[in-house]
């Protein structure tokens, strides 16, 4: 499987923007379908974004984010980002990436390798 480390979190007033990013080692995430999704306190981790391992080409977004998030990927630094713009209070959350080898899916237990973590937090 794949290691996944994500980075780039923070605290952000509202309006403003981030870049995750997600590092793969051990196998590379070019031949993984990879997700983005987030979990507040109190509530059920949730789906953001979801990019193809086929040429990356397909990308599919969660309905709170789209438009406002971005979903991308580098296969030869082996990492998946997520720009990040007009952010929320509600948006705060500790975003995951994680890796399935489905085509593109946004269902949790589809994924098998996920990261640690990192934390987003967008005042108001």
């Known amino acids: 499987q794949v290691q996944l480390v994500e980075s780039g979190g923070g605290l952000v007033q509202a309006g403003g923007s981030l870049r995750l990013s997600c590092a793969g080692s051990?196998?590379?995430?070019?031949?993984?379908?990879m997700g983005w999704f987030r979990q507040a306190p109190g509530k059920e981790r949730e789906f953001v974004a979801a990019i193809s391992w086929i040429g990356g080409s397909t990308t599919y977004y969660g309905d709170s984010v789209r438009g406002r998030f971005t979903i991308s990927r580098d296969n030869a630094k082996n990492t998946v980002y997520l720009q990040m713009n007009s952010l929320k209070p509600e948006d705060t959350a500790v975003y995951y990436c994680?890796?399935?080898?489905?085509?593109?899916?946004?269902?949790?237990?589809?994924?098998?390798?996920w990261g640690q973590g990192t934390q987003v937090t967008v005042s108001s």
């Open positions: 994680a890796a399935t080898r489905l085509r593109l899916s946004v269902e949790i237990s589809d994924f098998g390798s």
């Open positions: 051990g196998r590379t995430v070019s031949s993984y379908s």
